[in-house]
């Protein structure tokens, strides 16, 4: 079991948000064939199922949607950049997260204290980590794994050649010219996506994502300075469901969820987000 499974946080249900939508390709996207000796090759957003078809894991989308509000965040204010990946903070800044040695010492802290560690955690954790997960703290984001849709797809993919960059220097190595395939831009692939339990602020930075990827903001794939890799998302909000613990009862009844149709109600979320920023983290309340 996680770590995170042991918050009071996930105990019981609160609310949940499915969304589901199109992704489809603006640029051509490259696909990772897995045989290619690229030293790119991890970064690749596309691979192939076994009938040779694409798809995206949604991994790589989360991914690339956690970067992408992580880097945001730090735009906005260094003390919100997140600890619990690789890349360091700016020297002498305070941040609100945790690095590995942060979670060892509070765990030393409060071995006794299974419901104080959680608590601190998830005090001191950053706007991301909250949503995301960490290594020491459980996901409220799923992305299911995005299937090719069927009308799109013709069974061909694109062959471009490519130069691989080396890693340590940066430059490109005199044997490492290699051809790649590509997905051809208008291919779509069925999106959705599951919120489980956010609080108000964390549903809004949900939301600020999703709608980045609305407006074309984001890119998969690390070619995306060669023109690759460009995508647009169109969700389908009249057929989203937000499901909260108080509607439980009309739900096992046979009612359908509620939609977040009403686009005033999404930029609720995100006006409360900007006010847990101001107020701080541990005044959000469930969504
Ligand atoms: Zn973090």
Redesign the pocket.
């Known amino acids: 079991m996680a770590a995170g499974n042991q918050w009071i946080d996930f105990s019981r249900f609160h609310s949940r948000l499915r969304v589901t939508g199109r992704l489809r390709t603006e640029t051509a996207l490259r696909i990772g064939s897995g045989g290619s000796d690229s030293p790119t090759e991890h970064d690749l957003p596309v691979v192939k199922d076994l009938r040779g078809r694409p798809y995206i894991p949604g991994s790589s989308v989360k991914g690339v949607l956690r970067a992408h509000l992580e880097r945001l965040l730090r735009g906005l204010d260094e003390r919100l950049a997140?600890?619990?990946?690789s890349r360091p903070a700016k020297a002498g800044v305070l941040t609100g997260?945790?690095t590995q040695g942060d979670v060892d010492a509070l765990k030393a802290a409060h071995q006794n204290d299974p419901d104080e560690l959680a608590r601190q955690i998830l005090k001191r954790?950053?706007?991301?980590?909250s949503l995301f997960g960490?290594p020491w703290l459980a996901s409220k984001v799923m992305i299911r794994d995005l299937p090719v849709i069927e009308e799109t797809w013709f069974e061909r993919y694109l062959i471009r050649d490519g130069v691989a960059i080396d890693r340590d220097t940066e430059t490109a190595g005199n044997q490492l010219k290699y051809d790649f395939e590509a997905v051809p831009a208008g291919t779509e692939f069925t999106f959705e996506m599951v919120v489980e339990n956010p609080s108000e602020a964390e549903l809004g930075l949900a939301l600020l994502g999703l709608r980045e990827f609305e407006q074309g903001h984001i890119a998969l794939g690390g070619a995306s300075s060669r023109g690759l890799g460009q995508v647009c998302l169109e969700l389908d909000w009249d057929r989203s469901e937000w499901l909260t613990a108080g509607q439980l009862k009309a739900y096992f009844a046979g009612q359908p969820p509620q939609a977040l149709a009403d686009e005033s109600v999404r930029t609720g979320y995100w006006k409360a987000f900007l006010a847990a920023l101001e107020n701080g983290k541990e005044t959000a309340e469930h969504a």
């Open positions: 997140c600890l619990s990946t997260c945790l954790s950053c706007w991301t980590c960490a």
